[in-house]
């Protein structure tokens, strides 16, 4: 997978993200009871303890790529 693919696939996970925060009030309040469980879903698997450290690696090796891109550049 390319870096472009992978960027796109980080933005489009966290544009969802955001929906979901933004969106799950009103949801709520429509009464979907499928959304209400997806969201519910997202919500259980993204505060598992895997989850965490797998982003928390996620956002290391981006600022450890960062790092490296700026140090080349030096």
């Given amino acids: 997978m390319t870096e472009w693919q992978n960027g796109r696939i980080r933005f489009v996970a966290e544009f969802a993200s955001l929906q979901i925060e933004q969106g799950s009030g009103m949801i709520d309040v429509l009464g979907v009871p499928e959304m ?7 919500h259980s698997i993204t505060a598992s303890p895997e989850f965490q450290e797998l ?7 981006s600022h450890d790529e960062a790092q490296a891109v700026y140090n080349a550049g030096r």
């Fill in 36 to 42: 209400s469980r997806a969201i519910s879903a997202y």
């Fill in 55 to 61: 982003e928390r690696l996620r956002i290391k090796a």
